[in-house]
Nanobody, 124 residues
Framework: QVQLVESGGGLVQAGGSLRLSCAAS????????MGWFRQAPGKEREFVAV????????YYVDSVKGRFTISREKAKNTVALQMNSLKPEDTAVYYC?????????????????WGQGTQVTVSS
């Protein structure tokens, strides 16, 4: 059974930092792009960041550029999202996802494995 399990969410004050981790099991995703999405209450799911299969290319939604960093450890089958200078508008459930392809993509339809999500709440 393939699973993606996120951890590291929580409550933080504006300006603070959190590091989300995603551990994959059941198969290796070393040849797949990995990404993070988020969904705030009453809003649609939004792309946040993606990293390609070998970690050499990353893309971010404009609202998090310069504040968030996505990384991966292929040997451990994990992907992480370092979030700095957090803002109240970053509050959402964050989801880890594995893409069907090796190249970076921002389209949620290109991701076929999803985690259960972890809550991030940023207070003002």
């Amino acid at each position: 059974q393939v699973q993606l399990v996120e951890s590291g969410g929580g409550l933080v004050q504006a300006g603070g930092s959190l590091r989300l981790s995603c551990a994959a099991s059941g198969r290796t995703f070393s040849s797949n792009a990995m990404g993070w999405f988020r969904q705030a209450p009453g809003k649609e799911r939004e792309f946040v960041a993606v990293i390609n299969w070998w970690g050499g290319a990353t893309y971010y939604v404009d609202s998090v550029k310069g504040r968030f960093t996505i990384s991966r450890e292929k040997a451990k089958n994990t992907v992480a999202l370092q979030m700095n200078s957090l803002k109240p508008e970053d509050t959402a459930v964050y989801y880890c996802a594995a893409a069907r392809y090796s190249g970076s993509t921002t389209d949620a339809n290109d991701f076929n494995y999803w985690g259960q999500g972890t809550q991030v709440t940023v207070s003002s």
